[in-house]
């Protein structure tokens, strides 16, 4: 394909909101390091300031990108393996060679340049999990097929977790919402989502009341089925609420083992970070801190926010890991809840985006990847928010496109263009 055709197939719409993202990003990443003070000169461009090494970050995106673009577009599903066996083999090496950061051993370091290898092993994995969903003799049904593709997503995550790196490892759940699309069972999601809710409910009530409480659940659906439910043979009837009163002694079962977990297994500083997620207040001063500094930022901004470069809890540092992992916070402070709608809603045109281009993908390797590419950015948007605003625990993951870092915003941008490479080449795959 002529690099005119390529200019002229790109999606430049998903282009446009990627060039707002990053150039917000930018901005907000500055209002993050600015100080007010007068008789201190600074500018958006120094070199010694994030915003400036923010602004190298994204020269060298732009270069990946035109990379990115003068490869055949053949080439990714063709190398899609090799290239997942090498982010394997620089993950196992960054166990023994990597730099501890915030306890973690995670990053690859060559003088000041640093690189984490977890943040390219979601996207070096997408492209292994679309070859082989995409291959014409796998079928999903098979246990060969979903024992291969278990192998595929937890290989990278078991050496993502040996380097202490647990919000990396959680991103790989996202993968879950594409191996819906071939077939997983809903009620796998059903269950994870009870889950979550019953883990929730284990935190904020005593054990034996919530066990309690879901026997008079279980009841209560028993006797409403008898009622409801005309012509009941009494050996059905019984069955079911054998099956009923079963699935309630194993909520209590895990009701109790987190509560044994929570206050029994896990070290005092683990406890606070997962308990500060229910009631911030028990620890002010430690793992509640972050959050709550990060929810009086952004309601102080109010409903138009305090302005650019304008916000206190900004400017006094009041709220750590601001540009990065609570970058959301700056865009609540300064620009209210009118600018995080706006950035909300753009997230969501971006993955509809996604999404729809997925959708018209004719070769099954590109579409898997672009469901991939989707979900990872929807779990990343997701978490990055709701922990800023107290709704998931701090698990330390950037907002796509938005955060200060590198590895972030190199990974997050050969994500998309590759996917937007093969979007380009559609029509090509239908010639061949």
Known sequence: MRDDSLIRNID???????????TAGWLNIFAVVYDPDPEVKQNIFDLHLNSGKQLLWIGSAFILILMIFAVDFKFYSAFAYV???????????????????????????????RVQPAEFAKLFTALALSRYLGDVNTKF???????????????????????????????????????????????????????VALFIFALIFDPLDLALGILLLAAIIIVIRMLTVRKLKARTMFLSSLIAVGIAF?????????????????????????????????????????????KVAIGSGGFAGQGFLQGTQTKFDFVPEQSTDFIFCTIGEEHGWLGCTVLIVLYILFLVRLINLAER????????????????????????????????????????????????????????????????????????
């Not at 997942?84 to 993950?91: E, H, N, P």
């Not at 390797?365 to 990872?376: P, Q, W």
């Open 12 to 22: 430049w719409v998903t282009v446009l909101l990627y060039a707002l993202f990053i």
């Open 141 to 195: 049904e098979r246990r060969k097929t979903r024992l291969t593709v278990a192998a595929i997503l937890l290989t990278p995550c078991i050496f993502i977790l040996l380097q202490n790196e647990t919000g990396g490892v959680l991103v790989f759940s996202a993968f879950i919402l594409v191996l819906f699309r071939e077939g997983l069972s809903p009620w796998i999601l059903i269950i994870g989502v009870a889950s």
């Open 250 to 294: 194993l909520c209590i079962g895990f009701v109790f083992s987190v509560d044994f977990a929570i206050n029994h297994v896990l070290k005092e500083h683990q406890r606070n970070r997962i308990m500060v997620l229910v009631n911030p207040e028990i620890d002010k001063r430690g793992q509640g801190y972050q959050i709550n500094q990060s």
């Open 361 to 432: 993908q004719k070769e099954k390797f590109a579409k898997l990847y672009g469901y991939c590419v989707a979900s990872i950015i929807f779990f990343h948007f997701m978490v990055n928010i709701g922990m800023t605003i107290g709704v998931f625990p701090i698990i330390g993951i950037p907002l796509p496109f938005f955060s200060y870092g590198g590895s972030s915003l190199w990974s997050f941008t050969i994500l998309l263009f590759i996917f937007l490479k093969l979007d380009a080449h559609r029509k090509q795959v239908l010639a061949h």
């Open 83 to 113: 290239l997942y066996a090498f982010i394997i083999l620089v993950l196992i090496a960054t166990i023994f060679i990597g730099l501890e950061i915030n306890g973690s051993h995670s990053w690859i370091g060559i003088g000041d340049f």
